[in-house]
Every structure is written in structure tokens, then in C-alpha cells.
């Protein structure tokens, strides 16, 4: 076996000869077309990210961050290299260690390169970004998302930076997503995702790759290859020495470079971006870096036994803060004094960073400024849009409407998505095969695809990707339609979906909207067994941040579409192929109309007992009902939902029907363990324990994977036969305690 911890990678470059593969440097003919202003502004750049990064680890600040600090110092000169290459249109997005990137980034656009550069040290604009920047990784709310996002989770659209992530790879489908809106409207920038070693071998990485490679968009997959992923080493981790071979595989150029040299990262950037806003694609980055203290903190890794003193000695040697300002002079563009000029402008704009952020307290201890500790009472604002995106618009119901005619679910399903196209120029739909089969798996396409074919794309089987590339397009301002097929295959987009999509605006601190809809469907019922009949609606509800809404007829899919395409909030679509089949009327000339979000609907009146149900068991549960009024007299009034998360469901309607029936009974076709039942229970159990004549009950599917047999599918999911056989024992029940 090797011993992979006496690996020591100090030559940035072991490959041989690749498909693909550049090896980018920088050579005199390279430095001398660059401008003197930009070459300085560099080794500033390197400055400040460096002394910033330093102070964040000194002891009495580091007391001060809530949070883990993934320090950069190392890596500067990726960062700076690629802020050089870049306009401030450019997009970024990085990972938990990105104050380097965001910094640069945001100092590229707040403080560019000027004739003097010393005149920075007097510009507000750029000590307010310095000064936001600690502000935000010590949680305060002078910070760029008001320390709701901290270190990990950096945002400011205004310099390109549109979001760093800490789940690992995570920003790389979401990069797809933003390029593929800069693609659709030619704005000629590019996304760039950097990541780490450590990405390379996790499914997003991969997923979102192959996306951008698919639709041949701008953006740049940038490896920050620093040889350990926390203590494993990159070979230990993949087997390869350089990563950038990888390229090949997804068919894109694959570019090398020193991570120690600002200007080799520059070039390679400078061409990755050629190549990508040429139409060519996507291209990947390695950079040969490395981080000198631990993943987080500042203790050396020699310390923790995981590589040697040796190794990072080597590298030190290299360090560009040294190179830097050593080629400056020796090329006549500065003398010791400006070096040492530019050394303390930085210094000077990191102590008033700290200045700023920070106060002495009585026993002459640091402490964060007590006016910029966030109000700890506004903790749960920003989850959802303001819902300003709906004002004048009107919304209807049934009565509105004088001339109908009737059309199944998913032909008004079809009619209603490409409306959106048509009234809507960014509109697109992503999904598998939704280009094909005359509309998709499912016939949602179907006049899509005809009237607008460039805007309905076939995914490749990769939900993470498609996902994330809906994340990006629409917090880009786009409106994407994503379809997973099957809902049962969100799981494999778990991680885009929530821990993304879900966190994004909150995170962000209100700071982006959301507009995503995503179309999927429960098969449940048709023999496809255990990975395909899922009901995925508890779910989404377990996470904050998704509206959820369930329409069951015609008219309500088109009214609830349109709300879900309005919103600036993420929303599931969900659907259910038992629903795809109801008939029903909707408008002959209106399209348009709006169902508000968060209200249920009574499909049917009634005053012995309250059913609350959705998705398909409201078409059930209604012909129930109509048989138990004929047989047996029983007057039941049926809820159907709409709205299924948490926040959206309609309790003011729930709570009156109890207040007339004072029994619910709650159906659903999910199993127990992932049913909404107990917290709709609960809260009428709680809001309107003195009406109910006896406890809320509940019907759902057995807590079992569903099996493929017949009989047993039959078994394990709720039946119309248990639906009769709840609803009459809930009715006598009452009346015997009645009697
Ligand atoms: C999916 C996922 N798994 C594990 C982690 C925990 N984690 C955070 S950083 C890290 C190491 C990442 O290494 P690398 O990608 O090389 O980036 P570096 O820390 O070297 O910058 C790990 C395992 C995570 N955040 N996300």
C-alpha cells in the first residue's frame, strides 16, 4: 500500500501527455502586455486578502466568529488571478473556503486598478467592502447578507458574486444554472464555480459538468486543487495526480496551471473565458495551490500528522506574497518604499475593517459592536418573497367564469405551460425526454414542444444537474420549468433542492429571488414498486423554503400554475397520474387567471364530518362521499388542500369547517412516517380543541416500501374500501359518544 502521507506535490504539474490537457504559464511575452496598473493593483490584492485572512485568525478576533474560519492564506493567488481575468459582470460562486475569491472579486469591482494606487487608501466604496466582508464572517448585520450567511456564505450580485456554498460541489450545477442565462441572453460573461480537490469525485460535480457541457455554456470549472480534502490527500482521495485530466471525459479543454502565480491563473482564465463565451463551452481549471494552515484555524496541518513541516516549507518557499512584489521591482514598475506602501494600505484598510466591526469591552476584551449584533426577533424574516409579485393581480375561482369547456388535467396542464412560453420569453423547460415522445413522459409538453421548441430542453439523466441548473437560471431572473419525472428521483437532487434552493433567499438574507417550479408526479398505484410509486409531498414539506401545491382539476392546475410560475418563492408542482385524468371545465379564453397560494378549496359541502385531503385522494374521497350520502345519509364536507407546506396550508378554511362538522378525518395516499397528517392534526387539536367532538383521525398507506404484487400494492396503499370503512367508523364513532 503507498503511504499516501508521504506524498509530497510541490511540482504543479505530473501529467503527461492528455487529450485536452494545457499546461498554462506565464512567460515574459505574457507579463510584459500587462498593464503596470494591473500588475500593482495584483500584488495589492494579494496583500489585502492575505493580512485580512491573517487578523481573522488572530486570537481575539477568531473568538469573535461564530463559526468555523476556512483561512485562504496559500491560495491568494488563484483568486486574485482570476479576479484580474474577469469583468465584473462575470459570475462567481465558490465553496466554505472563498473569503479569498469573494474578496478579490468584490475588490476588482469596488477598487479597481487605478493610476495611483495608494489613492484606494482614501475610498469609502472599498472600506465598505472590507468592512462588509469581516462584518458578514463575524454574523453581523453591517455584513453583505447581515450575518445570515457568515463566512461560508458569501453574496453580493453587485461585483459578481452570486454565492458561495458550503456543501461540497454544490455551486457547481447552480454555475450552470447562472451560465446558462448569460448563454440564453448573450450577455458574453461566463459563471465560474471554483472548487476543491475534494469535489472531484461527488455526484453535483460530475452532474453539473455534463449539464454545462450538454448546452455548451460559458462557464469555467475551477479546481483549486490544494492536495487535501480536510487531512486526505488528493491522491489518496482519486488516484491521479493531476485532476484536470478528467476534462477529457466530459469532452472539454482541461487547463493546468501554478496556483502560486497570480498571472499563470490569469492567463488560463483569460483563456478558459475565449473559449467559453466563443460558443465553445464549458473548460476546467486545475490550479496547483495550497492552503498553509489546517482546514480551518490556523494550526499548521503538519500539526495534525497528515503531511510534513517539509512539505509546507516547500511550499512557503513559492509564496506569492514573496514572488510578487520581488518581480515588481526587479521589472522597475515599484521600489521597496511603494511595496512597503501598499503592504501597510492594506494593513491600514484590514484594521479599519476590524475598527469597525469590533469595541473594547470593560475588561479591555474585543468584542463584536453591540449595534451590529442582529435583532435576534427578526430570525425567521426572509424565507418567503414579501408576495409583492402578486399585487393587482386577480385572482379567480369558478364563478368568474361563464363560458367553459371541459378538458382532462393534462391537457389544461399543457395549454398552461405553454401560455408561460409565449407570454414569457424566458421561460424554458428542462427535464428527461420532456422534447420527445410528442410532449414528454407524459404528454406535459405536448404543445411546448411544437410552438417552442428551443426553450423545451431534454436533460441528461443527471436531476442534480437539471435541478441546479434551474437554481441558477432562476436566480438569474429566468423562469424555468424543471420536470422529474418520476418524484421518487428528487433524492437524487436532495442536496439542490434543500439544501439550495430551499436555504437560498433566507441565506442570502432576502438578497435574491427564487421564481423555480418544479413539475413531478407520483406514480403511486401502477405497479412500478418500491423506487417509483413514492409520495415525495412530506418531504418537501420538511424543509422551509418550497411552497408545495397539489392541484386536482383543470381549473385549478391552470390557476395554481400560474401563481407557482408568478412566485418569487421555489414551488413543487405536484401531480399524480390518477389526476392527470380528471376532466373538468376551465375558461375558453383565459389562460391567465391565478389561484392564490395557501388557499384550500371545499369541492364539497357538508355538516357531519370534515374530510381534509389532497393530490388523488380528493376525486376519491368525493365519490365516497356522494355514495355515504345516498346510503347511508352522511353529510361530509370535503377540504381538498391546494397548498401542502407548512406555512401555505389554509387553516382559516379547515378550522371553520371543524367549527360546522367538529370531526376531521384526514386521508392521505402517503405512508404514515411521511404523511402531513400528524402536524395538521396537531394544530386543529390545538387551535380548535373545544369544537372537535372527538379526536382528528387519520387514514394513510402503510409505513412500507410499495411492493409490485397486486394484491399486496392493494394491501399496502389506502384503499377506497378503507376510506368507506374510516369515514363510517369516524362517523359512529360520534354517535355513539354522543348517545
Ligand atoms: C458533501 C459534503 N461532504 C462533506 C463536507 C464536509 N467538508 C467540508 S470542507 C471538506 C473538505 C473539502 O476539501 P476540498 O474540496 O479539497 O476543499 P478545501 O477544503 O481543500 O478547500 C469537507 C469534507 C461538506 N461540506 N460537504
Given amino acids: 500500500m503507498t503511504n499516501h ?67 485562504s492564506v496559500g491560495q491568494e493567488a488563484v483568486a486574485v488571478g482570476t479576479a484580474m481575468a474577469l469583468s465584473s459582470e462575470d459570475k462567481i460562486t465558490s465553496t466554505h473556503r472563498a473569503h479569498h475569491h469573494f474578496l478579490a472579486k468584490a475588490v476588482a469591482h469596488y477598487g479597481p486598478p487605478s493610476k495611483d494606487i495608494l489613492s484606494l487608501a482614501d475610498s469609502e466604496i472599498l472600506k465598505e467592502c472590507v468592512r ?25 450580485d453587485a461585483s459578481g458574486n452570486i454565492g458561495t456554498q458550503a456543501i461540497v460541489a454544490g455551486n457547481v450545477p447552480y454555475a450552470s444554472g447562472i451560465a446558462f442565462a448569460e448563454k440564453f441572453r448573450g450577455t458574453g460573461n461566463v459563471a465560474l464555480a471554483f472548487f476543491g480537490d475534494g469535489a472531484v469525485s461527488i455526484g453535483p460535480y460530475h452532474e453539473g459538468i455534463c449539464i454545462s457541457k450538454v448546452y455548451q455554456l460559458p462557464t469555467i470549472f475551477f479546481i483549486e486543487n ?27 479543454p482541461g487547463l493546468i496551471v501554478d496556483g502560486m502565480n497570480p498571472l499563470a491563473v490569469k492567463r488560463a482564465v483569460e483563456l478558459a473565458k475565449a473559449h467559453a463565451v466563443a460558443g465553445n463551452g464549458p473548460v476546467m481549471i486545475e490550479a496547483k495551490t495550497y492552503r498553509y494552515f489546517h482546514q480551518s484555524g490556523g494550526m499548521p496541518g503538519s500539526a495534525f500528522g497528515y503531511r510534513t513541516k517539509k512539505e509546507e516549507e516547500a511550499w512557503a518557499a513559492r509564496d506569492p506574497l514573496n514572488t510578487a512584489p520581488r518581480a515588481l521591482v526587479r521589472h522597475g514598475l515599484l521600489g521597496q518604499h511603494d511595496v512597503d506602501a501598499i503592504h501597510k ?153 434543500f439544501n439550495q434552493v430551499a436555504t437560498c433567499r433566507y441565506m442570502y438574507n432576502g438578497r435574491v429571488d427564487v421564481p423555480l417550479v418544479v413539475r413531478s408526479r407520483c406514480s403511486a398505484g401502477r405497479g412500478y414498486g418500491a423506487q417509483h410509486s413514492g409520495d415525495t409531498v412530506g418531504l418537501f414539506a420538511l424543509f422551509p423554503g418550497w411552497r408545495i401545491v397539489a392541484p386536482t382539476t383543470p ?34 379564453d383565459d389562460l391567465d387567471y391565478c389561484i392564490p397560494l395557501g388557499s384550500a378549496a371545499i369541492p364539497r359541502s357538508g355538516t357531519d364530518l370534515t374530510i381534509v385531503a389532497y393530490l388523488s385522494m380528493v376525486p376519491r374521497v368525493l365519490r365516497i362521499a356522494e355514495e355515504l350520502a345516498s346510503e347511508e345519509g352522511i353529510d361530509i364536507e370535503v377540504i381538498d388542500l391546494r397548498s401542502l407546506d407548512h406555512d401555505s396550508l389554509d387553516f382559516d378554511t379547515v378550522l371553520s369547517s371543524v367549527k360546522k362538522t367538529g370531526q376531521v ?75
Fill in 555 to 588: 381549473f385549478d392546475y391552470i390557476g395554481l400554475f400560474n401563481s407557482a410560475m408568478r412566485s418569487l418563492d421555489p414551488v413543487l408542482v405536484m401531480e399524480h397520474h390518477e389526476v392527470d385524468l380528471i376532466e373538468g371545465p376551465v375558461p375558453v
Fill in 132 to 156: 462588509r466582508t469581516m462584518a458578514e464572517i463575524m454574523g453581523l448585520n453591517a455584513g453583505w447578507v447581515a450575518g445570515r450567511g457568515g463566512s461560508m456564505h458569501l453574496f453580493d
Fill in 345 to 497: 494600505m492594506a494593513s491600514d484598510l484590514v484594521a479599519d475593517a476590524v475598527e469597525f466591526c469590533t469595541e473594547m469591552d470593560e475588561n479591555e476584551k474585543r468584542q463584536a459592536r453591540p449595534d451590529l449584533v442582529p435583532d435576534p426577533s427578526i430570525a425567521s424574516t426572509c424565507l418567503w418573497s414579501d408576495g409583492y409579485e402578486f399585487e393587482g393581480i386577480s385572482f379567480r375561482d369558478h364563478s368568474h367564469f361563464t363560458e367553459t369547456r371541459n378538458v382532462k388535467v393534462v391537457t389544461a396542464k399543457s395549454k398552461v405551460i405553454a401560455r408561460w412560453m409565449e407570454t414569457d420569453p424566458e421561460t424554458f423547460v428542462a427535464g428527461e425526454d420532456v422534447a420527445n415522445l410528442k410532449g414528454g413522459p407524459y404528454g406535459a409538453t405536448r404543445d411546448a414542444v411544437k410552438q417552442f421548441p428551443d426553450r423545451v430542453l431534454n436533460a441528461p439523466i443527471a436531476e442534480g444537474g437539471f435541478v441546479g441548473l434551474g437554481h441558477g437560471a432562476a436566480v438569474s431572473g429566468m423562469r424555468p420549468i424543471i420536470e422529474i419525472m418520476f418524484c421518487d428521483f428528487a433524492l437524487i437532487a436532495a442536496d439542490e433542492l
Fill in 5 to 71: 502521507n508521504q506524498v509530497s506535490n510541490t511540482d504543479f504539474f505530473t501529467g503527461n501527455d492528455y487529450p485536452n490537457i494545457t499546461k498554462i504559464q506565464s512567460d515574459s511575452a505574457y507579463w510584459e502586455n500587462q498593464g503596470a496598473d494591473q500588475l500593482v493593483w495584483g500584488y495589492f490584492c494579494l496583500e489585502l486578502i492575505r493580512q485580512f485572512e491573517q487578523k481573522l485568525l488572530e486570537r481575539d478576533i477568531e473568538r469573535i466568529v461564530h463559526g468555523p474560519i476556512h483561512s
Fill in 226 to 252: 490544494n492536495l487535501y480534502g480536510v487531512s486526505t490527500n488528493v491522491r489518496e482521495a482519486t488516484s491521479l495526480g493531476d485532476l484536470a485530466i478528467r476534462a477529457a471525459g466530459y469532452n472539454i
Fill in 665 to 739: 378525518l384526514i386521508v392521505e395516499q402517503a405512508m404514515e412516517t411521511q404523511s402531513l397528517g400528524p402536524f395538521i392534526a396537531t394544530q386543529i387539536h390545538e387551535r380548535a380543541q373545544d369544537q372537535l367532538k372527538q379526536p382528528v383521525r387519520r387514514l394513510h398507506s402503510l409505513s412500507v416500501p410499495i411492493p409490485v404484487s397486486l394484491v399486496q400494492e392493494r394491501t399496502v396503499l389506502i384503499s377506497d374500501e378503507k376510506i368507506r370503512e374510516g369515514i363510517l367508523q369516524t362517523v359512529k364513532r360520534t354517535a355513539s359518544i354522543s348517545t
